[in-house]
């Protein structure tokens, strides 16, 4: 098969950022498959992050629907971890990737 310079590189750059090979990223294509650019580094982490969150906050809501009660030091402190963690996600959405996605394009 024969590519363009920029096809080449475009194929590579496409297939790098799936982590896969050229011949694996055109095999997915060939079948139907529009392999998908593998997350971030620290997506995983971050996930996890925003689980553990989540999961104090609904038993921050569990005891406070069943004694009526807010734990508002606990309840604050998973609020500013949600908005600290958010900040970090949109900064990673908005960042240096943004060039990078409109070279491609």
Do not use: W
């Not at 790098?16 to 650019?37: D, F, N, T, V």
């Not at 104090?56 to 309840?75: H, I, M, P, S």
């Amino acid at each position: 098969m024969r590519l363009s310079e920029r096809d080449f590189k475009l194929l590579e750059r496409r297939a790098r950022k799936c982590g896969l090979s050229k011949s694996a990223y055109i095999r997915q294509l060939l079948h139907g498959y529009k392999p998908r650019e593998t997350p971030p580094a620290d997506y995983h982490a971050v996930r996890r992050e925003l689980c553990e969150i989540g999961n104090n906050l609904n038993q921050v809501a569990f005891v406070a629907n069943a004694t009526g009660l807010v734990d508002e030091a606990a309840y604050y402190e998973n609020v500013v971890q949600l908005q600290d963690a958010l900040r970090r996600i949109e900064m990673a959405v908005t960042g240096d990737g943004l060039e990078e996605n409109l070279i491609d394009n």
